[in-house]
């Protein structure tokens, strides 16, 4: 199975999560769900947080994660994660396009979030809220492509308060970057 490779959505959400951690405390505990290829651990080591964890269901995704030093653990999302270990952020890069027949197998793991583009995403919010610390927060991703009315509805149905933080129009789609906090 390929690794994502970091595109346009990488970027954006390294960039906002850059200028998101400029005021937190360096020793916040911090969750890079979905970490791929890496980008987003590194942009939090890269601005001195050392204390975070890594999870990918990509057993490819890990060893590369290992091989570059970062504390890793294979997980469909917080399936293997202890329900004791809780986060003061939580970063997640989901797949959050709609299901396309046409597209390989091995490549949907990284691209799909389920038949409407959205599934993943309100599964990983239901989860996450238990592995929040008080004050915790998520920095989430996802696409006009992922019906954003349909996320930010069950997220406030669910207790959350939601801020966008930052969006980037591209020529197909606009990409969004929201704050999700209990």
Same mark, same amino acid.
């Given at each position: 199975?390929?690794?994502?490779?970091?595109?346009?959505?990488?970027?954006?959400?390294?960039? %906002?999560?850059?200028?998101?951690?400029?005021?937190?405390?360096?020793?916040?505990?911090?969750?890079?769900?979905?970490?791929?290829?890496?980008?987003?651990?590194? %942009?939090?080591?890269?601005?001195?947080?050392?204390?975070?964890?890594?999870?990918?269901?990509?057993? /490819?995704?890990?060893?590369?994660?290992?091989?570059?030093? &970062?504390?890793?653990?294979?997980?469909?999302?917080?399936?293997?994660?202890?329900?004791?270990?809780?986060?003061?952020?939580?970063?997640?890069?989901?797949?959050?396009?709609? /299901?396309?027949? !046409? /597209?390989?197998?091995?490549?949907?793991?990284? %691209? %799909?979030?389920?038949? =409407?583009?959205?599934?993943?995403?309100?599964?990983?919010?239901?989860?996450?809220?238990?592995?929040?610390?008080?004050?915790?927060?998520?920095?989430?991703?996802?696409?006009?492509?992922?019906?954003?009315?349909?996320?930010? !509805?069950?997220?406030?149905?669910?207790?959350?308060?939601?801020?966008?933080?930052?969006?980037?129009?591209?020529?197909? /789609?606009?990409? &969004?970057?929201?704050?999700? =906090?209990?």
């Amino acid at each position: 199975m390929e690794i994502y490779s970091p595109s346009d959505d990488s970027y954006l959400l390294s960039e %906002t999560l850059k200028s998101y951690l400029k005021n937190k405390h360096k020793n916040i505990k911090i969750l890079d769900m979905g970490s791929g290829s890496g980008i987003q651990a590194q %942009t939090c080591k890269d601005s001195g947080f050392k204390n975070v964890l890594c999870a990918d269901i990509n057993s /490819e995704a890990i060893k590369h994660l290992k091989k570059q030093g &970062f504390n890793s653990i294979k997980s469909n999302l917080f399936l293997n994660i202890d329900k004791k270990n809780k986060f003061d952020l939580i970063i997640f890069n989901p797949p959050y396009l709609p /299901e396309d027949e !046409k /597209e390989p197998e091995d490549s949907k793991i990284n %691209t %799909t979030a389920g038949k =409407r583009g959205y599934e993943i995403v309100l599964k990983f919010l239901k989860q996450a809220k238990s592995h929040l610390n008080n004050n915790g927060s998520i920095l989430l991703l996802f696409s006009s492509f992922s019906q954003p009315a349909i996320i930010k !509805k069950q997220a406030e149905d669910s207790g959350y308060k939601i801020k966008e933080v930052s969006d980037k129009k591209l020529f197909f /789609e606009e990409l &969004f970057v929201y704050e999700f =906090r209990i």
